[in-house]
Each structure stands twice: as C-alpha cells, then as structure tokens.
C-alpha cells in the first residue's frame, strides 16, 4: 500500500506541474508540508519526490528544496541535418545567434584525430552561442577546413554558416555521422550558457561529409540538459 501512495503522489505532483498549478522554477512544497498535504511518511514523499527528479519534473538543490524544471522542451531532431537558422523559423519565441570566437587556429591532437588532418592544416574555429527567449541554452563550436571553405565573416556566421557553404559558396553538404553525450560542464560552457545550476550539458557531435565524401567539418553542440528533447524516426524493415 505504501508503494503505491508514492506513485499517487508522483502522478498528482506531475499534473499540477503540467497544468501550471506549479510553474517553472517553483519550489516544491517542504517534505514536512507534502506529508501534511498527503498524510503520509517522510519515506513516502522522498520517493515520490526521487521519482519526479528522474523523470525530469523537479531539481532538488542540497538546502534549498526541490524546484520544478521547465518541462517546456525544444525539438531537435537526432537524424536530420539541419542548420540552427532552420531550426529556429520553426520556433515560437525569440531566437538570437551571438558569434562568441571567430578565428584561423592550428588544430591540436584532439581536433587532428576528429577531422582526420595533420597538424599543418588550418581550421576555422566558430564559437556561437543560441539564446532562446532571452536564455543562452546552446553552445555550438564549429571546427570547418580553411583549405575546404574559406571567407567566414561575423555576419555570415551570425546568419547561416550552411547557407553560405551552399548558396554562396556552391559546395553540398550530404551527410553527417551523429553522437550524443552527456558530459560535466566545462568553464566554457559555463561563460557562454547560461545554466542556471545545472552541472551538465548534452553534448551533440556532428563529423559532417560534402557529396564527394570530403569530411570538412566537426561539430559541438553543447545543450542545457533542462531545454531539449532530442527526437528521430525510425522503421523497423523485416
């Protein structure tokens, strides 16, 4: 009986949440006022409150309480290759695309072993952040070949890097090989995001192909776990 009280509770808390009863960054009430509120055991309500912070509903904060998370996400779809200037017309709200670094650099090891280059080849290092309603939410770093495309400036960076690769510069873009991760936040990412206590990020990496099977261009995206639900399709062939 005591384990179903908890999923009463749970399914309870997570209505009111989704009928804004309780808004986003709410406190919760105290586990003391739920065990008022629901007449039951301090057990109890931390279960139910464990179970809404698994499934994405809540943030306990050592201290403070537990605060309801935006459950309001943002598709972004695992499977398409598709630009942020793209992805934005489809949103509600206001989207802005700040160019945090712009500059020619050396690769090290690391980007020489992602981009299959040597040390010798220059690399366009593209830092932008996406604020989405007025919160910073996405870092994109873009690490492109200068001997494949050149001319980036801060307004075509700004606007759409795959609109200039394919209207201006006349080269297409085929493929890209997809990998998600869920990694600590890092002092870049805490800089350009505004993360709002969370101590991770999600992290998509994208190696991106030409139609002659060039790889030009890798990528990572770096989302506030809270904002994003990443979505993709698939069929199952017999």
Same mark, same amino acid.
């Given at each position: 009986?005591?384990?179903s ?5 749970y ?15 709410? @406190? ?77 650099i050396k ?5 020489? @072993? ?10 366009? @290092?593209?830092v932008?952040?996406?604020k ?10 873009d ?19 795959y ?7 006349? +080269?297409?873009?085929s ?9 600590s ?5 805490k800089?350009?995001?505004? +993360?709002?206590?969370?101590?991770v ?8 192909? +030409?139609?002659?099977m ?23 062939? @017999?």
């Amino acid at each position: 009986m005591e384990n179903s009280k908890y999923l009463i509770i749970y399914n309870d808390i997570v209505d009111k949440i989704e009928k804004g009863e309780y808004e986003a960054n709410a @406190k919760l009430p105290s586990e003391n006022e739920l065990m008022q509120i629901y007449d039951v055991s301090r057990d109890t309500i931390r279960k139910a409150l464990l179970h809404l912070e698994q499934n994405g509903y809540i943030q306990k904060i050592k201290g403070k309480g537990s605060f309801v998370l935006d459950i309001n996400k943002f598709d972004f779809q695992v499977s398409g290759l598709i630009s942020f200037k793209e992805l934005a017309s489809k949103m509600a709200g206001s989207v802005e695309t700040i160019v945090e670094e712009l500059e020619v650099i050396k690769p090290d090891k690391y980007l020489q @072993k992602q981009l299959q280059i040597g040390e010798e080849d220059a690399v366009w @290092k593209i830092v932008r952040s996406r604020k989405i309603n007025g919160k910073r939410i996405i870092l994109d770093k873009d690490f492109i070949l200068k001997s494949v495309v050149d001319g980036f400036t801060k307004e075509i960076c700004q606007n759409s890097i795959y609109e200039y690769i394919e209207n201006v510069l006349g +080269l297409k873009i085929s493929f890209a090989k997809k990998e998600i991760v869920v990694k600590s936040a890092t002092d870049e990412d805490k800089k350009y995001l505004d +993360l709002d206590g969370f101590a991770v990020v999600v992290v998509v990496k994208n190696y991106v192909y +030409l139609d002659d099977m060039t790889l030009f261009q890798y990528t990572e995206s770096r989302h506030r776990p809270d904002k994003f639900k990443f979505i993709d399709f698939a069929r199952r062939h @017999k």
